[in-house]
């Protein structure tokens, strides 16, 4: 009986000793705050007033729809996903262009010296599942 109650005793200690709580071992991060200017931001577009509008060349010939607005995992400028060709949704083809070659004109959103031909002969793209 004292030989059980003394090998309960260490099985006790080994479990106590290295049972405890599983802590993070990770380097400790920081977070970089910058200021912004609430003023100008407040002057810019939104992605929800974006998505679904229509882009045209100087021209004002429209040329693509923009379906989506992508940041890469790595943080990169922000895509846009256009929708181009097809009619009505319907054999339509996605591609994507930096948001940086759109301009914002007014109310309606250019791409300078686009055409449909253009962005049709442009890799297709596909969403992740």
């Known amino acids: ?5 003394a090998t309960l005793a260490v099985a006790i200690m080994i479990v106590a000793a290295f049972g405890g709580p599983a802590l993070a071992q ?8 910058m ?5 100008s931001l407040a002057t810019g577009f939104r992605a929800s007033k ?8 100087e021209a004002n010939q ?11 995992p790595g943080g990169q400028a922000p895509y846009a996903v256009l929708s ?3 009619f009505l949704g319907i054999g339509s083809k996605y591609v994507v262009v930096p948001v940086t070659a759109l301009k914002m004109v007014k109310d309606k959103v250019e791409l300078p010296g686009g055409s449909r031909q253009a962005l049709e002969g442009l890799p297709a ?3 992740a599942n």
């Open 35 to 39: 200021k912004v200017d609430p003023q």
């Open 62 to 72: 429209t040329i693509g729809t923009i379906d989506d607005l992508i940041v890469t």
């Open 50 to 57: 974006i998505i679904g509008s229509s882009v045209a060349n």
């Open 1 to 5: 009986m004292k030989h059980i109650l």
């Open 125 to 127: 793209f596909k969403y």
């Open 84 to 86: 181009v060709g097809g």
């Open 26 to 33: 990770g380097t400790p991060q920081t977070v970089v705050l």
